[in-house]
């Protein structure tokens, strides 16, 4: 298993596409910086700064689609070049195959979540000055970001999922993209004309928890729900995958 994680991170390190995508997201978190800083002269100071604090603060939400980019540099790029079935020839378990992608994933995007963070915040310091309240506002960011983190690999696991079982590109990512951008608001509405039991499964979506992440303090509970959530999300998803992908033709 761990050196199937390490052939899946060498191929990712060694494609074009990996460097370039994470490029493509440092620079535009760069530019988001040169935009604030563009307009922080036609607002009051105290205007500009919380402006910015809400502008990072719902940057924790972005990862959950940018880590499609990676699923697909891990996961889809096998079933488009249909080489998968060369690793189950052979001889390697198909679980052991699943959970290598997961690791593999989560890994080239921690590192290119770092890449990235040194960019944004890197930009931040160079462009606003090193004061307090920009200290305080990305220590807060970097512990919400901290305490999101599970929930990101569970939007990971999820990905994986229905990258194993959708085999269309297109239709996989509009699949993906659905299930973050309006399940919560399928939920709400069935809340309100079917019944209000609906709610309740509207607390446990990863886009609510993070809203919640972003919004509020972080409590004890709120650290303590969004890591279990996220564990739970992970294997639920990581089972299904599993338990489908033994049953797969692979062709």
């Keep these: 298993m761990i050196n199937y994680i390490k052939a899946e991170l060498y191929r990712s390190f060694n494609r074009v596409y990996f460097w370039g995508y994470t490029a493509f997201i440092a620079i535009l978190a760069v530019l988001s910086n040169v935009i604030v800083l563009n307009i922080r002269n036609y607002y009051p100071t105290g205007s500009i700064n919380s402006f910015f604090y809400s502008f990072i603060i719902s940057c924790i939400m972005i990862p959950v689609f940018f880590v499609f980019g990676f699923i ?11 080489t998968l079935r060369n690793v189950v020839v052979f001889g390697v378990k198909r679980s052991k195959i699943i959970l290598s992608k997961l690791v593999a994933t989560v890994i080239i995007a921690f590192i290119a979540e770092i890449i990235i963070l040194v960019s944004f915040l890197g930009s931040a310091f160079i462009l606003f000055g090193v004061n307090n309240e920009l200290l305080t506002t990305i220590i807060s960011f970097c512990q919400k970001s901290l305490v999101a983190t599970p929930l990101w690999i569970a939007a990971i696991s999820i990905g994986n999922c229905l990258a194993v079982i959708i085999k269309n590109n297109n239709v996989l990512s509009l699949v993906y993209i659905g299930i973050f951008l309006i399940t919560d608001k399928i939920i709400n509405l069935l809340s309100v004309f079917v019944s209000e039991n609906f709610k309740y499964i509207g607390n446990i979506l990863i886009t609510k928890k993070i809203n919640e992440i972003s919004a509020g303090p972080l409590t004890s509970e709120t ?16 089972t299904i995958t599993i338990l489908y992908f033994e049953k797969k033709e692979i062709k």
Excluded at 223 to 238: A, E, K, N, Q
């Design 72 to 82: 697909d540099i891990i996961t889809l790029d096998e079933n488009k070049n249909e």
């Design 223 to 238: 650290i303590i729900s969004s890591v279990l959530l996220g564990v739970i999300y992970t294997l639920v998803f990581t």
